[in-house]
């Protein structure tokens, strides 16, 4: 059951699980975005090009610089393609936040990468891509028989053939579906009115009337199928603060799809979550994400990208999870008294929480926990990417940027790392061999457990 209605057009499907919109078409909408003010903005410092952690290990990737004005402005002219190392690029973000002059560099190379992916037409390379921006589309059919799709990914045959078919390297361990996903377990828990009658419980015990106590929650693809955990906590520490959740019908932020170039993927995707959150936020709730790619996408992306009505204000709305905590509630006075067991932890803060400006919230937030010490392993990239790491062209490359990481958490000797994204958790616990929280699960186990 959703928490909202669920637009119907938007939910149409062909057999294979895509939309019935194919080949991609990119262009007529991205020619609306004008970028040649943020272009004639750059004066060539090159201090994009120093932060790239691409350039810093691969040394035929030119840079952001090429990759977002000077190519940008190739492209203008007739005849100029763009060029194909804009595949390289793993949408890090790591330049927008580098670049003093405010040129919207991953604007620029989010519209790049489509119209390559679009030059190129379709590919077994072009497959893959798709099928790795689409992981929701994945995710849906292999959780319906979680064990056995687990069984079968994790066969040495399986990751061979998707190596020497796909591209899809076989270095890695595919993450495993959860036997119950999140929305079975909410949907099991009562949806919206037992949450809204769990937060009032906790509102009357507090002396809170708890008036304004309503959140909305994008939870994605991998809390949902992957790893329901974060997003259990998630509902439960809100609930504790007296708020009221809603989980509405949702698709990807999108965030792969922008870093595959599948900017018609994109734009459905965004269209869905923009009309379906838009209608909460009239309603009186924020947004909050627990994957800091997620907040981004919605923060960031979706203004920078796309113009439906409403956009603005969910952008506006949007917050990470635990940074909606500290603007809203006194999070020191809660974990005053409270005590856990857990050790240290090896921190890393995503790049896309960095850009973000909450590279050391984590930190912060559990300097005074009894229990739980977070050792900030630096400002590395962890060089995953989302699905950048995952192609078998990129695997050493990311390998090669997350060293520094994989260093400085091996430094901490509990063997147990933190991090608010994902994908940087599976970077992290390839490299280490770690064991990896979020840390609303230990905001979990500090308030509610
Ligand atoms: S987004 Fe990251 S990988 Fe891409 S050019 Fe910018 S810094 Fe480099
Ligand atoms: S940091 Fe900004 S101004 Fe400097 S070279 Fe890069 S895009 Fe141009």
New binding site residues.
């Given amino acids: 059951m959703s928490d909202t209605e669920d637009p119907s057009d938007a939910t149409d499907r062909t057999d294979d699980g895509f939309d019935d919109e194919y080949p991609v078409q990119v262009f007529p909408e991205a020619e609306e975005m004008d970028l040649r003010p943020g272009t004639d903005?750059?004066?060539?410092?090159?201090?994009?090009?120093t932060s790239c952690p691409v350039a810093e290990v691969d040394d035929t990737f030119p840079g952001?610089?090429f990759q977002?004005?000077e190519q940008w402005r190739l492209t203008r002219k007739e005849d100029v393609e763009v060029d194909a190392s804009i595949k390289q690029c793993s949408n890090c973000m790591r330049?927008d936040s580098?670049?003093?002059?405010g040129?919207p560099?991953s604007q620029m190379h989010n519209t790049a990468r489509a119209k390559y992916v679009e030059e190129q037409g379709l590919s077994l390379t072009y497959l893959r891509d798709r099928i790795l921006a689409n992981y929701g589309t994945l995710a849906r059919l292999g959780s319906r028989v979680p064990r056995l799709t687990n069984f079968v990914m994790g066969l040495g045959v399986t990751k061979l053939v998707n190596e020497r078919v796909l591209g899809i390297t076989s270095e890695r361990e595919f993450p495993e579906f959860a036997t119950e996903t999140f929305r079975e377990w909410w949907d099991e828990r009562g949806g919206r009115d037992a949450s809204r009658e769990r937060a009032r419980a906790e509102r009357n015990t507090g002396g809170d009337d708890g008036s304004r106590k309503r959140v909305a929650y994008f939870h994605g693809d991998y809390a949902n199928y992957n790893t329901p955990e974060v997003a259990k906590a998630l509902v439960r520490v809100y609930e504790h603060f007296g708020y009221e959740v809603a989980v509405p019908d949702q698709r990807c932020s999108g965030t792969p799809m922008f870093a595959n170039g599948m900017m018609d993927d994109a734009r459905r995707a965004a269209r869905f979550n923009v009309e379906t959150f838009r209608e909460l936020i009239e309603a009186g709730y924020d947004v909050v994400c627990s994957c800091t790619s997620c907040s981004m996408a919605l923060r960031k992306e979706y203004p920078e990208l796309f113009d439906f009505e409403g956009t603005d204000a969910v952008a506006a709305s949007t917050y990470d999870a635990i940074e909606y905590l500290r603007i809203h509630e006194d999070l020191p006075s809660a974990l005053a008294d409270a005590e856990v067991s857990l050790g240290e932890f090896a921190y890393h803060a995503p790049c896309h929480a960095r850009n973000q400006g909450l590279a050391n919230q984590s930190r912060e937030v559990f300097a005074d926990l009894d229990g739980v010490e977070v050792t900030d392993v630096g400002d590395s990239c962890s060089g995953i990417s989302g699905t950048y790491g995952w192609k078998e062209e990129n695997y050493d490359v990311s390998m090669a940027i997350g060293e520094e990481m994989f260093e400085h958490m091996e430094t901490v000797e509990s063997g147990a790392g933190m991090t608010e994204c994902p994908t940087c958790a599976m970077q992290m616990e390839h490299g280490t061999g770690y064991e990896v929280r979020h840390p609303l699960e230990v905001l979990d186990a500090a308030l509610v457990e």
């Fill in positions: 903005d750059c004066y060539k410092c090159s201090s994009c090009d952001p610089k977002g004005p330049c580098a670049c003093p002059s040129v560099l």
